[in-house]
Structures are given as structure tokens and as C-alpha cells.
């Protein structure tokens, strides 16, 4: 028997159900970032439907939003703009996260009852890149804390920053949105209260690295406002401020580095120090396991070898 659409379904045009999901992400408390990105993916993907002539969204199936994808993988000047970026050849993880992002506006459109039958329950999830992560290694650690060996304000303070990334992988968002209210300068833990979808969680720093927040929040920090990391205009230091200082750290260290690596780098190091994959993934502040798995990956064969001779059935047979 077939399931007749309503018709205040029918009524209800693409560009109205968007506006009413982004509305409905707002509510949900989903962060900026991503509503950004959704709304990017799916004006994209209207536009690719008006131009296609599809119809409105009770009428779509896994046969146009296959062609969208396949619009979206070969076609130079996509969206009718002529430009470097929509000239260039997206990578598998921009097309993973085009199908992540349309299948859950299309969730969200079956939830609501907008549409009977969502299409991409037919559809395959596409494959995403499992590029090894390549961390910092020691020399290079070392290279870029010596940029910021000096006992100025400055200095203190990108030490600090550099040694907050790397002892406990805050993303770049959660360093910035640091209060001096989320730190414990005494026990070293760090409150996350504004984490990957509004989750918090504690992480907590190393004797090295709480040594260095402690030498510039306590002997350096000479301001009144709460957030950690003060610029040279007495105001918190934004996420493109600390962007730009550790791709110059990086770049007088003679190495390539952005925050994000140094969140990479914590994990790896993480695992290769004897770490679990379950622990990280709540250091990270990770909602599955499948990214937290990929660093796995980035463990070469010396640190299988050694992990296998570390633990070794029968040398621990007796061991007590």
C-alpha cells in the first residue's frame, strides 16, 4: 500500500525547510561551526536542484542526490561561480562531510514528517581519506618551545599556549574560550565547557606544561578580564590570533605546524606512551570512536614491536 503525502508537505518548498533546519539546529545548541557548514552544504545542494530542475523535497529519491554527488566530484565551476576553490577538485573528506551533512538535514526532514521514505537510506555512505597523521616529532617539539624560550610577556605566554596544545590536545575553539575560572592552577585540570557540540569534559596537564601556565598566568598575566590568554591589547586572544602565532613559531622553527597538529601530535604521542584508545577518546572530547581510531594508524612497526615486546603473553605470564 502506498503512503499518500500530505499536503502540507508538498506546500513546503527547499528553501523554507532549510531556514526552519537551521533554525532547528540553533535550538538544538549545535555550534556555530557546523551551522555554518550546513547551511553552506545545503544552499549548495538547492542550487544544484533548481538548476536540475528536481523536485521539491517529498519527491526526491537516491537517484538525485546520487547525480548531486556526482556533480559535486567531477564538475569544474561548481555553484556558478568561477573561482580557484570551485575550480578545484574536492578531496573524499569534503564529499564525506557534503553526505554527512545533507543526510542529517534529510533526518531531520523524515523526523518532522516533511518526507515519507528519506533517500539516502539507500545510499552509501562514500569512502572518506584515511591519510596517516603525521605528529610532531621530538627534535621538532623542541624547536618550536625554544621560539618562545625567552622571558617575556609574549614568550611566557605563547610557551604556555604551545605546551597547553600539546599536553592535553585542546582544539584551538576550547583554548580560546578559556576563563581563568576553568583552571586549576593547583591539580593542573582544565574544565572544557563549550567542547564539540556542547559537551564538557576535564582534562588535565603535566608537571612541565602546568609549570608553564602557571609562570604566565600567575607572573605575567597582568589583566583583569577572564579570558587565560590576553593579546597585546589586554583582550582574549581569538582562534585566528593563536592560528597566526604558531604557524610563525612554526615557521621560525623551520617546520609546519598549525594548532590542529599539535592536537594530532598529543594523541599519537598519547598512544605510543601506552595510552587507550577509550580514555582518548574522552581526552579529545570525541563523540565515536572513529576518529579517535585513526590515530592508531600513525603508529609505525617500531611501536608495534615495542608494544608486542612490552606485552608479551609469556614474559607477563608470572609477573605479578
Known sequence: MVTAVPISAIAINLETLARDYIINCEVEGKSPKTITIY???????????????FPEAHELKAMHIRKFFFYLMTESNRWGIDSPATRKTVSKTTVNDYFRALRCFFNWLEREKHIYGNPFNNIKTPKADNKVIDP?????????????????????????????????GLRISELASLTTNDIDLETGSITIRNGKGGKQRIVCLGKTALYALRKYVIYHRKCEIDGVFINRSGKPLEIGGIRILIKRLGQNAGIKVHPHKLRHTYAVTYLRNGGDVFSL??????????????????LGASDAANAQRKFSPLDNLNKK
Not at 39 to 53: A, K, L
Open 39 to 53: 547551511e553552506m552544504v545545503i544552499r549548495n545542494f538547492i542550487w544544484y536542484c533548481r538548476q536540475s530542475d
Open 136 to 168: 610532531l616529532n621530538e627534535n621538532e617539539i623542541n624547536s618550536l618551545l625554544k621560539q618562545c624560550s625567552k622571558n617575556t610577556v609574549l614568550d611566557v605566554r605563547n610557551k604556555a599556549i604551545v605546551s597547553v596544545l600539546l599536553d592535553c
Open 281 to 298: 577518546k574522552y581526552i579529545l572530547g570525541h563523540s565515536t570512536l572513529h576518529m579517535t581510531m585513526r590515530y592508531l594508524q600513525s
